[in-house]
């Protein structure tokens, strides 16, 4: 009885992990299209919300292991799963709050790192992995997509830029669109599968599926990309405005530099099976596309507060993925713990939204306005 | 494991920003072909018309392509 209890709880964690992953990582598909009126806002989410979830079809081939190679496979127990998912889960909210965009991803990995750690001690977790597929890419990403951006947008100056402005801005407009929609088609297909992996694993140690690597079950694809699209949809707008405003005042040739040059990146990078987090190349791209126009432009204390971010995703999550694990225990190892801790979660959620709520516009408004 | 993904960081930093020129460069052969093929037929000059619709056709075909391998890679990874 209490394995079921705590199947349902790993299974709706996971899903709420899916929603803020969709939900925090909408900007990086949208933002610049919306900053230059390539898209209305509520298209560009509706746009996207869309692909994220034809994406999540489009490859089901999920992973093995979540933080596959970086934690000892025989160490994770759904309880370090459900502990891992707050730590992503938690940090993904905590960024959100303050209009920062972080790797939903990085947060996951740090969740399940820290959760581990607590589970078993240090021996669980490969340090040499860690350091090449998280922290390596982490300095790669941002710095490829800047250097990439930035001469994307002075050969793009350079091209077009003795053509009328009016024709330009348009042309430009229609290729945010296809990027805008490239880039979310391939969100959906990579972090719908990282949900749908945790089910897996989930529903494999409760014996429910079997074999050595078998596929998810419909209902689990359908339940992921409904999550990330849903969460798509109600879009992460306080980072929105971050990336497509707040750090500049783009162009539609900038906005097409950053997203197309971004997204050329990724999939090249994808391609090479060197993955880089869409957060930090997108980000890289959008301060490149706006630094090599005039380095002034850029607001460089905001790009600092994200750098920042950043730099604490693996670490806060992972104190908060193995804190979790630590409260979780103390109840036991029934269903008791993750209850309690779900129900504080739920709380908090209700805090942050309510408070969001009450101060200020819509940040969608604003985003608009722009 | 770590001299593979090496190569790879290395290809990437040449392959990456490549392949991102050759996307950007294409858009914007599409949007300067365009703009001037109207710009010459408001002026009523044919021949220029048509050779930067020819541009603009060229830089399509390459941003298409770019797309295409871009689904490629999407749908072939895991």
Redesign the interface.
């Known amino acids: 009885m209490d394995s079921d209890i705590i199947l349902v709880i790993v299974v709706a964690t996971a899903l709420a992990f899916d929603f803020t992953n969709g939900f925090h990582d909408t900007a990086n598909a949208v933002a610049t299209s919306i900053s230059t009126r390539a898209l209305a806002p509520k298209t560009a989410v509706g746009l996207s919300a869309i692909l994220n979830f034809v994406g999540a079809f489009i490859s089901i081939k999920v992973a093995a292991t979540v933080a596959g190679g970086i934690v000892d496979a025989d160490q994770i127990t759904t309880t370090v799963i459900f502990a891992g998912l707050i730590g992503a889960i938690t940090w993904n909210l905590v960024t959100w709050y303050f209009g920062l965009p972080s790797s939903s991803s990085h947060a996951l990995i740090g969740g399940v790192v820290g959760a581990a750690f607590a589970a078993t001690g240090p021996d669980a977790i490969f340090g040499g992995a860690l350091l090449e597929k998280v922290i390596v890419p982490a300095l790669v990403a941002p710095v490829v997509a800047f250097v990439t951006a930035g001469a994307c947008i002075l050969i793009t100056y350079r091209l077009v830029g003795r053509l009328r402005p009016g024709s330009v801005n348009r042309g430009y407009r229609l290729g945010q669109i296809v990027s805008a929609s490239l880039l979310s088609l391939s969100h959906g297909t990579n972090d719908a599968q990282k949900t749908m992996g945790i089910i897996t694993l989930a529903l494999i140690a409760h014996g429910s599926l079997s074999g050595p690597s078998p596929d998810p079950p419909t209902w689990v694809i359908v339940s992921a990309a409904t999550a990330i699209a849903a969460g798509t949809y109600i879009g992460g707008w306080r980072i929105i405005r971050t990336m497509g405003s707040k750090i500049y005042k783009m162009d539609p040739a900038q906005g097409f530099a950053a997203q197309g040059g971004g997204a050329a990146v990724l999939l090249t990078a994808s391609h090479l099976g060197f993955p880089l987090s869409t957060t930090h190349s997108i980000t890289g791209a959008v301060l490149g596309a706006g630094a090599a126009k005039r380095l002034s432009a850029v607001r460089w204390g905001l790009a600092g507060n994200i750098a920042v971010a950043w730099a604490l995703t693996l670490p806060a999550a992972a104190a908060v993925g193995a804190i979790t694990y630590g409260v979780s225990r103390i109840f036991g190892t029934g269903a008791l713990g993750p209850l309690l801790i779900c129900v504080c979660l739920l709380a908090l959620m209700a805090a942050m939204f309510g408070k969001r709520l009450r101060h200020g516009p819509p940040v969608a408004t604003a985003a608009a306005d722009t | 494991?770590?001299a593979t993904?090496s190569a790879?960081?290395l290809?990437?930093?040449w392959?990456?920003?490549l392949?991102?020129?050759?996307?950007?460069?294409a858009?914007?052969?599409?949007?300067?072909g365009?703009?001037?093929a109207?710009?010459a037929r408001r002026d009523g000059r044919t021949a220029s018309a048509a050779l930067n619709f020819g541009v603009a056709a060229i830089g399509g075909v390459l941003?298409t392509t770019?797309?295409v391998?871009?689904?490629i890679?999407?749908?072939s990874?895991?």
């Open positions: 494991m770590i993904d790879a960081l290809e990437l930093v392959a990456a920003p392949a991102a020129v050759i996307v950007v460069v858009w914007g052969m599409v949007v300067y365009t703009a001037r109207g710009e941003f770019a797309i391998i871009g689904l890679v999407m749908t990874k895991g």
